[in-house]
């Protein structure tokens, strides 16, 4: 009677009257069922290490069950015993390499794995986490959270254990456009090349998928968010600018690197009711069902954790039912944020909190993605609902420190932001929000503080690899800078912000070959770059390769006429050329395009009238611009015919 009160009360919640009851069947009996229905009553009830001290003081007396050891090394790890947890799991296997273990050996099952490759993963043991996920999902293919973090460590053959799945019939194999989830892995690492320099560097093909305009399904979200949302009250906004993530144009300043290939304008969320395959029966009741679902959820996130955007596709081919649900929305929002596709993000991420008010995962994405877009009413909307719905997430925290940024309250942002990663440390995001906070602040130490928490938290996060780059180069550690780079870009490959800076940064390091390589790579992933080409041509005439320096920025004015970077380095070019005639005349209209440019344009002025002997005419230009140019620092900087290294570092902030 006992035992079956005990455990209706723990069905139901109330945890103080199972323990009572708990305790007084675990005095009477004193067997491994009631020690373990007592523990649970305690891990159930928020005291993890009260559980944690019962089992250990029962593991001194006699040798614990399995589910007793599993729960224990469940308490362990809650209470950031890592090496603990480690041994307790292993402790029937005699061995203390996980690669040595066989996987039925452990005798707590798929979930033990799990568990140990948590563990492992919190310990560094990088590929003895990926094995115990490995044997987790071998035993048990649904244990998806085995498969995220296998995704989440790089694992290319992470779609390899769903194979067994694609011998069944496929959802987005009734999709013409769609790649077969037995082939993601090799459409994702397929068309690698090699750097100039000869090190291995995975670059993607220059074709470019047309599904990276295309909004998945047709069933019509047609809600938008409000905007004639009044913003709340803020404090007081502080001047400065911020990091933003748009693609990279000359004359715009990007916070964070993300892939910036322009797509045609893309429709909002229209869908056509196209019906399922007719080849498999819509019950979940069906194997095939089952199998086909996961095997087309793998192959989509496993495309995502890569960047490829034809995982839309893959989601695409989803029944209506299952693509109308919080997770799969909100990755396809996450998708069109990755792919800087703000507006179709915040359309996703618009319906996940239309239909799906109490989800909270990926809003810190839509937040961002809303500061991007510059919605103050909206993100203030979202910040105040996801407070009010749990100020104890991180996803709130990270709301509010958008709003706070975007009303140009920096210091109580970064607050905000550090309160986000103080809730989670394994929130990678909130770290790396933080830091490129800290950047802007020009706080570069401790910006590389919060970069490394963010990558101890998650090893495969790009955006902390490319903000550590920017604070090395700031400070002048080129070689440091490079390596981060070029870990970023090997995680995305895809993104042509990255391989941008990269050709910013060789110049400097006297590799001007390698540089122009990077630029054209950049510009084969995104042929409006600008940014890209400009230092392109820069790079040219640094190279005294002065024609092909004049076509780029000349196909560069066609692109960007009123942009006075162009015409600064129109000038400089002609003047190599000893053409003072176009060289004054391209300075001129330099001048009348950006008249404020004494702090970055100055110099470049006045070096270029010295070389045209026209000295004497500088005073009367320069002067009267006293004001902070409002075109990017990075494209006057560039333009310096020697060194310039700090002032190019502070282009890094982008």
């Known amino acids: 009677a006992l035992r079956e009160r005990a455990e209706y009360y723990a069905a139901r919640g109330v945890y103080s009257c199972a323990t009572m009851l708990a305790e007084r069947l675990h005095a009477a009996q004193h067997d491994d069922a009631s020690l373990h229905l007592l523990a649970e009553c305690y891990h159930h009830s928020g005291c993890a290490r009260q559980c944690r001290a019962l089992l250990l003081d029962n593991a001194a007396t006699r040798a614990l069950s399995a589910e007793n050891r599993f729960l224990l090394a469940q308490c362990c790890f809650e209470c950031g015993e890592s090496t603990e947890t480690v041994e307790v799991l292993l402790a029937d296997s005699q061995q203390c390499n996980v690669l040595f273990v066989r996987k039925e050996a452990l005798s707590t099952g798929p979930e033990g794995w799990y568990l140990l490759g948590l563990a492992m993963r919190q310990l560094k043991q990088v590929e003895q986490a990926k094995q115990c996920f490995r044997n987790c999902l071998q035993l048990d293919r649904f244990m998806w959270s085995a498969f995220e973090c296998l995704c ?51 670059i993607p093909s220059n074709s470019t998928s047309t599904s990276t305009s295309i909004l998945p399904r047709a069933l019509v979200f047609s809600d938008t968010p409000e905007s004639g949302v009044t913003a709340p009250q ?109 507006e179709q993000a915040c359309t996703a991420f618009a319906q996940v909190r239309r239909l799906f008010p109490y989800y909270l995962h990926g809003m810190e994405h839509y937040s961002t993605a809303l500061w991007h ?65 800290l950047i802007a602040s020009d706080e570069h130490e401790e910006a590389a503080e919060c970069f490394e928490r963010a990558l101890a938290a998650d090893p495969e996060h790009y955006n ?68 890209a080409r400009l230092q392109k041509a820069i790079v040219y005439d640094q190279t005294a390769r002065t024609e092909e320096a004049l076509a780029e920025l000349h196909t560069l004015a066609r692109i960007a006429p009123t942009e006075a970077a162009v015409e600064y380095a129109l000038a400089r070019v002609h003047t190599h050329c000893g053409d003072k005639i176009e060289a004054t005349k391209h300075l001129q ?33 320069v002067n009267g611009a006293e004001a902070k140019p409002q075109i990017a620092v990075e494209n006057l900087s560039q333009l310096q015919p020697q060194g310039g290294e700090e002032s190019q570092a502070q282009s890094m902030e982008d």
Request: proline content about 6%.
């Open 234 to 342: 803020l404090p007081a906004a502080s001047s400065g600018l911020r990091i933003t993530t748009q693609p990279p144009r000359v004359g715009k300043k990007t916070r964070g690197a993300h892939r910036c290939k322009d797509s045609p304008a893309v429709p909002k969320l229209v869908f056509t009711t196209t019906p399922s395959p007719a080849t498999v029966e819509r019950s979940p009741r069906t194997d095939a069902y089952v199998n086909s679902l996961f095997s087309t959820l793998a192959g989509a996130y496993l495309m995502t954790t890569r960047f490829h955007p034809d995982a839309l596709l893959r989601l695409d081919a989803l029944p209506l039912e299952q693509y109308r649900t919080p997770w799969v929305l909100t990755l396809v929002g996450r998708l069109h944020f990755q792919l800087s596709q703000y």
């Open 152 to 202: 989440s460590l790089g694992d290319a053959d992470a779609a390899c254990v769903f194979n067994e799945l694609t011998q069944c019939h496929d959802f987005a194999a009734s999709s013409t456009n769609a790649a077969p989830a037995s082939a993601v892995t090799g459409l994702i690492n397929s068309n690698a090349k090699k750097p100039a320099n000869g090190t291995p560097m995975e």
């Open 589 to 621: 209209l330099a001048t009348s395009l950006d008249p404020h440019s004494t702090a970055g344009g100055g110099g470049v002025l006045q070096s270029i009238y010295e070389k045209l002997h026209l000295a004497e005419n500088t005073t009367a230009i």
């Open 464 to 531: 902390a690899w490319y903000g550590l780059g920017v604070v090395h180069f700031r400070l002048s550690r080129h070689d440091l800078a490079e390596r981060c780079f070029r870990r970023a870009l090997e995680i995305n490959a895809n993104n042509s912000v990255l391989a941008t800076y990269l050709g910013l940064l060789l110049p400097l390091l006297g590799r001007h070959d390698e540089a122009l390589a990077m630029l054209d790579h950049a510009l084969e992933l995104d042929d409006s770059n600008t940014l």
């Open 373 to 437: 877009l510059r919605r103050h009413a909206e993100l203030s909307k979202l910040a105040h609902e996801l407070s009010e719905l749990d100020s104890r997430s991180p996803q709130a925290w990270c709301a509010i420190g958008n709003c706070l940024s975007l009303y140009r309250d920096r210091p109580n942002a970064i607050k905000a932001f550090k309160k986000a990663s103080q809730i989670d440390p394994g929130f990678a995001y909130a770290h790396t929000l933080a830091g490129h906070e």
